[in-house]
């Protein structure tokens, strides 16, 4: 069953190993020496300080042996160390600020800290703000110049930084973006962005980027008013030095500070539209489960019609009272899981280096098979797709075309791009061209034996050094692999649909799969930009096992009576991107029986089998792709679709409620408990090695609300003794709801999945 769900949004961020928190003082000194041509730079520090001209300062960030720069309590420290040395100078003019890193100015906070500091009291939150804030306000303190030299990524506390300098310069580079992030994060821009970007940019311009978090280009940067300049990476420091010396005569930096101190210029009735309308569509977007918008659009207003440190102490405060509140932890665990495994190679140790793929073929042209081509296309592969029927091949050609040629700044077809992809791409009838691939996916239709034949036809004719995967959803990697030669060689690769927009990958090893076929499997789903998990061969993997239990108990709600769109409606309120029985109609209510035959017979004591959907697929209702299902797609009240009349008599024939009122807590723990058992059985037989991959796994693979962080994460947050109570209303109904010795021992130990 592969499934299809709204996409997820993709939430970056660093791993947490609580070392210190983010509010601890740390012992740091700076040994201020340093040649003035050349600069120095004390062992393990972190900016260097420099002089490319004799009146000009330099302060360049460099984090040793990290491939980002960011704003840890020890850097921050650092900062202010030069900036006071700095500040006893009378001999320059101006100071620049930039990256020695190739691709990235400053990429924010040190998440690992804001894990770390979960617990700290708003006091001690309200005095780091200000301490943040009072860092970069010193930027403009002296009466020097300051630019900031921006190539590559600037987000965050980066962003934050740079707009507390006077200027501002970008690189055209490929990678330069320019954001505050800070709401997916669950808090806003607390070292001054909500003050210094509206004071720039405009109030309207700050309270999209802010409320939003997402960042703009070079050109949409300096066409906001956020730089001053555009330059090739190249000239970044001479333009800045240019400006220093152009600033230094006109002196217009100083009149800026004046004016950027005041509050803003705005009546009243435009406050008031901007604040309803901002409002509006937040409250639309979030649906109330994110308060860090609304949260910033109130800073930001309030902060509107007050002095600038009027406003940065609104912020401060502001800042104090969502930092540690659960939806700030859920979305910093999200950021933690997406960290933990861009670092992961998907086995245990070192492990054997994974090869680097430059090629890959695609067996199979339909949507799932010409979506993965498109994916490999866009990260620079060389691509071959095959198909046995030519009329398909067509098609699935055309497709990955027009996705890749699809431009985001025209929203339409490029037409460079598609000659660009073109002549990467190369489809064929015949599977002999395909034989010089570095890796052969096969996408075909979920039939064992197709499957088996395609990969021995095509097994003796590949390099030794080949790897052989399949997108497979259901069937076990181990039959697959079990006519093949080298089935160390073979894996499962389970993309998900929509291919281009969900993140998640399972990469199911088989009983002789090796380390090196699994670690280059992993490093090849990174590179295509995809949040690959190791899953070991079981029925429905990992993401489909657990998501089964939680479509399966909608069927038993059905014939208990409960009406199909209560059951949605609390499976939606709960936070799931859509309800399991609309989701029935979105996967194919045929596809999803076949998929429940598989469970059914792998876990008979806990998985039942409802009438209901033989019935519907004997009808025809097999869902969205038939125009009916559960629901009716084709008749919709205010653009959403009714219960289907022919579903309601089918589902009528089966329904036997109890004599006990059922609630709206007891479907939610119906629909959820079970997913959550499930997954404490797939940890306890070792489908995955880490907790955080079932997370990671549900998040970015079936949509589980991101605000709760996760569904183990979520479990934890309740706690082991709440959720057993939970159970035990429910353990009449069966063996599905009887806790597992993993989560009773939890219990009694105040265990959690998280340690």
């Not at 003035?36 to 330099?58: C, V």
């Not at 030519?390 to 598609?418: C, M, Q, W, Y």
């Not at 095509?458 to 080949?466: A, F, G, M, R």
């Amino acid at each position: 069953m592969c499934v299809i769900i709204p996409f997820v949004r993709e939430h970056p961020h660093v791993n947490a190993p609580p070392t210190y928190g983010y509010l601890a003082k740390s012992v740091f000194w700076l040994i201020a020496a340093w040649d003035e041509t050349d600069g120095y730079m004390a062992p393990n520090s972190s900016i260097q300080l420099s002089f490319p001209e004799k009146d000009i300062a330099r302060l360049t960030f460099d984090l040793p042996d990290k491939g980002a720069n960011i704003l840890s309590h020890p850097v921050m420290e650092e900062l202010s160390e030069h900036l006071d040395a700095l500040a006893k100078r009378d001999d320059i003019v101006g100071l620049v600020i930039d990256s020695a890193k190739p691709a990235i100015f400053i990429a924010g906070a040190d998440i690992r800290e804001f894990a770390a500091s979960m617990e700290v009291d708003t006091k001690r939150t309200y005095e780091m703000s200000r301490w943040g804030q009072n860092l970069f306000g010193r930027l403009k303190s002296n009466p020097w110049v300051t630019v900031a030299a921006i190539n590559g990524t600037c987000v965050g506390g980066g962003t934050e930084l740079a707009l507390g300098c006077d200027r501002r310069i970008v690189s055209t580079h490929e990678k330069t973006e320019i954001g505050l992030p800070e709401v997916k994060l669950g808090i806003y821009p607390g070292w001054g962005g909500t003050v210094r970007l509206s004071r720039l940019v405009g109030l309207g311009n700050a309270v999209k980027m802010i409320t939003s978090g997402e960042s703009v280009t070079p050109a949409k940067a300096l066409e906001l008013g956020f730089a001053d300049d555009m330059v090739p990476a190249g000239e970044l420091l001479p333009a800045a030095i240019r400006m220093i010396r152009e600033e230094s005569e006109t002196l217009r930096y100083r009149s800026d500070r004046t004016e950027q101190a005041t509050p803003i210029s705005i009546s009243e009735t435009e406050l008031g539209f901007l604040g309803a309308t901002a409002s509006a569509y937040i409250q639309q977007q979030t649906k109330g489960r994110y308060p860090a918008p609304l949260a910033a659009l109130e800073t930001l207003l309030g902060g509107s019609m007050v002095s600038a440190e009027e406003a940065l102490e609104l912020e401060a405060n502001g800042l104090a009272n969502i930092f540690g509140t659960p939806v700030n932890a859920a979305l910093i665990n999200v950021f933690l899981l997406t960290d933990r495994n861009k670092k992961d190679s998907g086995v245990e140790g070192d492990g054997p280096q994974p090869k680097q793929l430059n090629s890959a073929s695609v067996i199979g042209a339909g949507i799932m098979g010409s979506g993965i081509a498109a994916a490999n296309l866009k990260r620079g592969l060389k691509v071959k797709l095959n198909d046995a029927n030519p009329e398909a091949l067509e098609r699935g050609t055309s497709h990955v075309l027009d996705e890749v040629s699809f431009d985001k700044e025209i929203r339409g077809k490029n037409v460079e791009r598609a000659i660009h992809f073109a002549g990467r791409l190369h489809s064929t009838t015949s599977s002999d061209e395909l034989v010089d691939s570095e890796i052969v996916i096969e996408a075909v239709v979920e039939n064992l034996e197709l499957k088996r034949k395609i990969f021995a036809a095509l097994e003796e004719k590949l390099l030794p050094s080949t790897i052989l995967a399949s997108n497979t959803s259901t069937l076990p990697i181990t039959k697959l692999a079990e006519n093949l030669k080298y089935p160390e060689r073979f894996v499962g690769i389970h993309f998900f649909n929509p291919v281009r927009k969900m993140k998640l990958v399972e990469v199911i090893r088989g009983e002789k799969t090796s380390d090196e076929t699994a670690a280059t499997a992993v490093a090849y789903a990174k590179g295509l930009g995809k949040f690959p998990i190791v899953v070991n061969d079981g029925p429905g993997f990992l993401v489909n096992r657990l998501l089964f239990p939680y479509m399966n108990e909608a069927t038993q709600l059905l014939q208990d009576g409960v009406d199909m769109k209560r059951i949605d409606k609390v499976a939606v309120k709960f936070g799931m991107p859509m309800g399991p029985v609309a989701l029935y109609d979105m996967v194919g209510i045929d596809t999803s029986f076949y998929a429940g035959r598989t469970m059914y017979d792998a876990f008979p004591d806990r998985t039942l089998v409802s009438p209901i959907l033989p019935a519907l697929i004997k009808n025809e209702r097999l869902g969205t792709k038939k125009g009916a299902g559960f629901y009716n797609h084709e008749k919709k009240k205010k653009g959403r679709p009714e219960p289907d009349p022919m579903a309601l008599e089918l589902i009528a024939k089966y329904v036997s409620p109890p004599e006990r009122e059922i609630t709206d807590e007891e479907i939610e723990h119906r629909l959820i408990l079970p997913m959550l058992l499930e997954a404490t059985r797939a940890l306890d037989e070792g489908v995955v090695r880490d907790p955080r991959d079932v997370d990671l796994g549900l998040i970015f693979g079936i949509g589980f609300p991101p605000f709760k962080g996760g569904l183990l994460f979520w479990a934890d947050t309740v706690g082991a003794k709440t959720l057993v109570e939970w159970l035990k209303p429910l353990e009449a109904l069966g063996k599905r709801f009887l806790p597992t010795e993993s989560l009773a021992e939890m219990a009694k130990q105040d265990g959690k999945f998280y340690t």
